[in-house]
């Protein structure tokens, strides 16, 4: 079902687009750092250390199936009591759920009820409601799109990934890459975690490069003035705590006319990316990789 190559974007049906958000506002000299694909052990932890030292907020959309091994919600623990928002990645990182809306809703509500079970055994009492959803490899599809709002999500997808997953990448490559192109308003996807291979319990394997991008990217973001907050405010949402309400956040379709997320997208299998009518049979974006 995926498939690269293809030009241009096929517009969706309805209003597949209405609770779907790209960016911040432009105007608003904020980004949001944003972590896929957790939690994922000492990778995850490394990460949270990072954003301590540099004081920045971060969004971590974790998968049900990684938050359910009870291996990490020390872990989840830490996302919440430190100011981090926790949205979910779907529970499984398959595709094919986000073709069937009961599909995807069980998906969301499995991932859901793991963040919160997690939380719960962790001792947080005051769990926080779990509103962002990331679809697999930001893919895009009439029926998950309307699991996603029937079941009270906002689908976040990114306008800035640069390969963070590649092999032989170094934090400096992917913290100047991220830099080249950060501009207010963008949202940030970087990874803690490698789908739900879960291989960093004792040591941080899957992801080494997350945490050291960290250090060098925040700095360097402050200092083109460009603040890392958390996603809720960058996107404006009602609700999020501290939340600056941004009229030109941008939603598709809205002002970006109907440009894609101008990335490569995540690590994948295949790194196609796209919107799909009701048929689900037309990928639409072209992946830049
Ligand atoms: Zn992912």
Redesign the pocket.
Known sequence: MLVGGCAGVLLPEGDLLRDVYLRGSPATPTVALTF??GPNGRCTEAVLDALRDVGAPATFFVLGENVAREQDDALLARMAREGHTIGV?SET?AVRPLFLRGATAAELGAARAAVDAALARAGVLERPAITLFRP??GFLTNAAAEAAREAGFHIVEWTVSVGDWERGRRPEEISEAILARARPGDVIVLHDGD?THHRSLERCRDRPNAAATVRLLVPALLARGLRPAPLPEVLGLAGASGAVVSPSATRWPDSGAHEPPSSDG??SRSRSRGVVGRSGSLPAQAPAV
Do not use: A, E, G, R
Request: proline share 22%; aromatic share 12%.
């Open positions: 896929d694909d990645h990182h697999p490899f789908l995540d690590p």
